[in-house]
C-alpha cells in the first residue's frame, strides 16, 4: 500500500528557533500534499495544501509566512514552524494524494510529527 | 464541503460486528464518502471509500444508501485494535478537494 513517512516523529525546541518537518511519500508520486495540525482532544484542522513546483494555499487563518511550505519534489514536502512559540505546540501531521492508479482518489497520512515548544 | 453527522461514540464486544452510522443528507453528486480512522497519536489511517455502491476490503465494509444521504461502515469482527476515532468525511472529485474532517466517532472495544 501507499507509504507517507515524517521526520521527526517528534521535536522539542526552545521559543523563538524555527523546526523543520519532513514528509516523504515513498511508493508514489504525491501530485498534492496537505499539512495538518491537531491539538489535544481535538479533530485535524487542515492548514495548507500544496502542488508539486508551485506555491502552497493557506486556509483561513492560517500565517503562511510563520508556516512554510515548500514541495520541492514529487515526494517530499517541507514544512517549517518560524519563530516557534509555545503555543505552535501540537500534533502535525501530513498526508499525501498522487496519481497513481489504484490511489488516485485516496489521500494517505504520515505517523505526525509531536513538537513541544518550550 | 458537505457535512457529516456521526455519533459522539460507540461500545462494541470485541469479535462482535460493529456499524458506524454516518448521515450525509447534503451529499452532492460527485462527492466520494471516505472513511478514516486515527489511534492515539498516530495519523489518520485509510479505511475505505465509495460513491454509489456497496464496497468491500480487507479491512470493512461500506454501505450506502440507494439515496446517498446516509452510510454505514461495517467492521465484520471487531477486535481490541479497532478500537479508535472513526471519521466519515465527504470529499469532492478534483485536484483541489480537500479531506475536511469534523469530531468522528470514537469506537470503544470490550474484551
Known amino acids: 500500500g501507499a507509504v507517507v513517512s515524517q521526520h521527526p516523529s517528534r521535536v522539542i525546541c526552545k521559543s523563538g528557533t524555527s523546526v523543520k518537518i519532513e514528509c516523504r511519500s515513498l511508493d508514489f508520486q504525491a501530485t498534492t500534499m496537505f499539512w495538518y495540525r491537531q491539538f489535544p482532544k481535538q479533530s485535524l484542522m487542515l492548514m495548507a495544501t500544496?502542488?508539486?513546483?508551485?506555491?502552497?494555499?493557506?486556509e483561513q487563518g492560517v500565517e503562511k509566512d510563520k508556516f512554510l511550505i515548500n514541495h520541492a519534489s514529487l515526494t517530499l514536502s517541507t514544512l517549517t514552524v518560524t519563530s516557534a512559540h509555545p503555543e505552535d505546540s501540537s500534533f502535525y501531521i501530513c498526508?499525501?494524494?498522487?496519481?497513481?492508479?489504484?490511489?488516485?482518489?485516496?489521500?494517505?497520512f504520515g505517523p505526525g510529527t509531536r513538537l513541544l515548544v518550550l | 464541503d458537505a457535512k457529516t453527522t456521526q455519533p459522539n461514540s460507540m461500545e462494541s464486544n470485541e469479535e462482535e460486528p460493529v456499524h458506524l452510522p454516518c448521515n450525509h443528507s447534503t451529499i452532492s453528486g460527485t462527492d466520494y464518502i471516505h472513511w478514516y480512522r486515527q489511534l492515539p497519536s498516530q495519523g489518520p489511517e485509510y479505511v475505505i471509500h465509495g460513491l454509489t455502491s456497496n464496497v468491500n476490503n480487507r479491512m470493512a465494509s461500506l454501505a450506502i444508501a440507494e439515496d446517498r444521504k446516509s452510510s454505514t461502515l461495517i467492521l465484520h469482527r471487531a477486535t481490541l485494535r479497532d478500537a479508535a476515532v472513526y471519521y466519515c468525511i465527504l470529499r469532492a472529485t478534483g485536484a483541489n478537494s480537500k479531506l475536511t474532517f469534523g469530531k468522528g466517532i470514537t469506537l470503544s472495544v470490550r474484551p
Open positions: 498526508s499525501a494524494r498522487g496519481g497513481l492508479a489504484g490511489v488516485k482518489e485516496t489521500q494517505y
Open positions: 500544496s502542488n508539486e513546483g508551485s506555491k502552497a494555499t493557506y
